[in-house]
């Protein structure tokens, strides 16, 4: 890298220090338009990945809601 393509992205602040710009070259167009296709390719593998956490939670939440129901429910019936 040469000194002219080094001075386009860093400059010396007041007091001395380094700062990092950004050139306007260095940053991407953003992309408009997404085809159908590519949004269900997006959603199917967000479900893929989503649908099992989500299935393995209220699996756990239940669990823990119906354990609790029946120790409630074995302390009334022995009295203690």
């Given at each position: 890298m040469d000194s002219t393509q080094?001075?386009?992205?860093v400059?010396?602040?007041e007091d001395?220090?380094?700062e990092?710009?950004?050139?306007?070259?260095?940053i991407p167009e953003p992309q408009t338009s997404i085809s159908r296709?590519?949004?269900?390719?997006?959603l199917r593998r967000?479900?893929?990945y989503l649908i099992p956490v989500m299935t393995i939670?209220?699996?756990l939440q239940f669990y823990g809601t119906a354990k609790s129901f029946y120790c409630s429910l074995f302390i009334i019936l022995t009295g203690r």
């Open positions: 080094l001075s386009d992205k400059k010396r602040g001395g220090a380094v990092e710009t950004f050139v306007e070259k260095d296709e590519e949004s269900r390719a997006v967000i479900d893929y939670t209220y699996a």
